[in-house]
């Protein structure tokens, strides 16, 4: 007779929550052979025959946890890792991850493996387009090596005028960005072709349409959405833990929990590297020194008019303060200090001496006090 062989399997981690993990399994991964294991039924077919999950009548997500070997080698489970899982228990739909692939990419914040592309979700309206806050996401798409892919929603709330004033700005900026109305249910096609068959992290600020543009790309999963503060102009956060959704068309999509700004983690020399207009720019003639940072150095290649370098330079003081701070950590004997002087000028600082300058406390005196008193009358 033949029979589904059950030894091992492969899938993918979707959702992390304490020390489980929620593993969708590969379709088509299931043959009919001539095998000692055994689960529900024997089978009918050609031998070599694949059956998929829905065909079985089998679970297509077991909930599992760790094997205690990856736990002793410090091996981390990452939504979107690729997982071999071993002897599943069909029944109570569980399973022990035994193995974690190689992964292709790793994202740490948000801990996502495997990922594609960044789709960053920004609103022209509602709350208004801040180019200095979209710039700043766009770096951060950009260091992670990442495609990005721009998409602007609430597109129904501006003129054709204003699109096309928008669209030629971020062109020269090195982007094309696709135009959207969830509400309107505008372009939203044109989103999912660029998700087809790839994970995908969505990200952007709070309050700009990222659960509702997810809610229409897959309309039964039903996230919370938030509104927009009015107060502050800003939305508030409705995302709580990254998680995978699978879209209709085929490909991943990566919620992540909403935060306003993100995190300047790179170094100086790197910045430049994630502004595509500056890329242009060396591509054309590099600098006259290896190591400079296109602030006031003599023949410097990227220094110039164009529109960005003006975020560049506050990065730049970002960096260089986050740079500095490292390395005093690292050497605490340092005697020097970083002062940050703007758009990218920074100068250095004696620091000062903590005893020398601390102020002696009260109830130390008064016991001084006591003591002297004490002495005197002796």
Same mark, same amino acid.
Request: charge should be negative.
């Given at each position: 007779?033949?029979?589904?062989?059950?030894?091992?399997?492969?899938?993918?981690?979707?959702?992390?929550?304490?020390?489980?993990?929620?593993?969708?399994?590969?379709?088509?991964?299931?043959?009919?052979?001539? *095998?000692?294991?055994?689960?529900?039924?024997?089978?009918?077919?050609?031998?070599?025959? %694949?059956?998929?999950?829905?065909?079985?009548?089998?679970?297509?997500?077991?909930?599992?946890?760790?094997?205690?070997?990856?736990?002793?080698?410090?091996?981390?489970?990452?939504?979107?890792?690729?997982?071999?899982?071993?002897?599943?228990?069909?029944?109570?739909?569980?399973?022990?991850?035994?193995?974690?692939?190689?992964?292709?990419?790793?994202?740490?914040?948000?801990?996502?493996?495997?990922?594609?592309?960044?789709?960053?979700?920004?609103?022209?309206?509602?709350?208004?387009?801040?180019?200095?806050?979209?710039?700043?996401?766009?770096?951060?798409?950009?260091?992670?090596?990442?495609?990005?892919?721009?998409?602007?929603?609430?597109?129904? /709330?501006?003129?054709?005028?204003?699109?096309?004033?928008?669209?030629?700005?971020?062109?020269?900026?090195? =982007?094309?960005?696709?135009?959207?109305?969830?509400?309107?249910?505008?372009?939203?096609?044109?989103?999912?072709? =660029?998700?087809?068959?790839?994970?995908?992290?969505?990200?952007? %600020?709070?309050?700009?349409?990222?659960? *509702?543009?997810?809610?229409?790309?897959?309309?039964?999963?039903?996230?919370?959405?938030?509104?927009?503060?009015?107060?502050?102009?800003?939305?508030? &956060?409705?995302?709580?833990?990254?998680?995978?959704?699978?879209?209709?068309?085929?490909?991943?999509?990566?919620?992540?929990?909403?935060?306003?700004?993100?995190?300047?983690?790179?170094? %100086?020399?790197?910045?430049?590297?994630?502004?595509?207009?500056?890329?242009?720019?060396?591509?054309?003639?590099?600098?006259?020194?290896?190591?400079?940072?296109?602030?006031?150095?003599?023949?410097?290649?990227?220094?110039?008019?164009?529109?960005?370098?003006? &975020?560049?330079?506050?990065?730049?003081?970002?960096?260089?303060?986050?740079?500095?701070?490292?390395?005093?950590?690292?050497? %605490?004997?340092?005697?020097?200090?970083?002062?940050?002087?703007?758009?990218?000028?920074?100068? =250095?600082?004696?620091?000062?001496?903590?005893?020398?300058?601390?102020?002696?406390?009260?109830?130390?005196?008064?016991?001084? /006090?006591?003591?002297?008193?004490?002495?005197?009358?002796?």
């Amino acid at each position: 007779m033949k029979v589904i062989s059950t030894g091992k399997l492969w899938g993918t981690v979707l959702a992390v929550q304490a020390n489980f993990y929620k593993v969708q399994l590969d379709e088509n991964q299931f043959k009919i052979q001539n *095998s000692k294991f055994k689960i529900n039924e024997l089978l009918d077919g050609e031998e070599g025959e %694949p059956k998929t999950l829905s065909s079985l009548c089998l679970p297509a997500f077991l909930l599992c946890t760790r094997r205690t070997r990856l736990k002793k080698i410090g091996q981390q489970v990452m939504v979107g890792d690729r997982v071999v899982i071993e002897e599943p228990d069909w029944a109570g739909e569980r399973g022990a991850i035994a193995e974690v692939l190689e992964r292709q990419t790793q994202l740490d914040r948000p801990p996502i493996a495997n990922a594609n592309q960044i789709m960053l979700v920004f609103a022209v309206s509602d709350p208004p387009l801040e180019p200095y806050q979209l710039s700043k996401f766009l770096v951060k798409a950009e260091s992670t090596e990442l495609d990005v892919v721009l998409c602007l929603n609430k597109s129904d /709330l501006v003129s054709p005028e204003e699109q096309q004033q928008i669209s030629d700005r971020l062109f020269a900026w090195g =982007y094309q960005p696709v135009f959207i109305s969830v509400e309107n249910q505008i372009n939203i096609d044109k989103v999912g072709k =660029y998700l087809s068959n790839k994970i995908t992290v969505v990200a952007g %600020p709070s309050g700009v349409g990222k659960s *509702s543009l997810i809610n229409a790309l897959i309309p039964d999963i039903n996230l919370r959405v938030g509104e927009v503060s009015g107060k502050l102009a800003r939305g508030r &956060h409705t995302t709580r833990h990254v998680e995978l959704f699978e879209l209709p068309d085929g490909g991943l999509l990566a919620d992540t929990p909403g935060f306003n700004q993100p995190d300047v983690d790179f170094t %100086p020399e790197e910045l430049i590297y994630y502004f595509p207009e500056a890329r242009e720019r060396l591509a054309m003639g590099g600098c006259r020194f290896n190591d400079c940072l296109h602030r006031d150095e003599p023949e410097c290649a990227v220094r110039g008019d164009w529109e960005r370098y003006e &975020h560049y330079l506050e990065f730049l003081a970002d960096a260089i303060a986050r740079q500095t701070q490292l390395n005093q950590q690292a050497d %605490p004997e340092s005697t020097l200090k970083v002062k940050t002087k703007g758009k990218g000028q920074s100068q =250095y600082e004696p620091k000062l001496e903590s005893k020398k300058y601390r102020r002696t406390s009260r109830r130390t005196q008064v016991q001084a /006090l006591q003591d002297l008193y004490q002495d005197e009358g002796e």
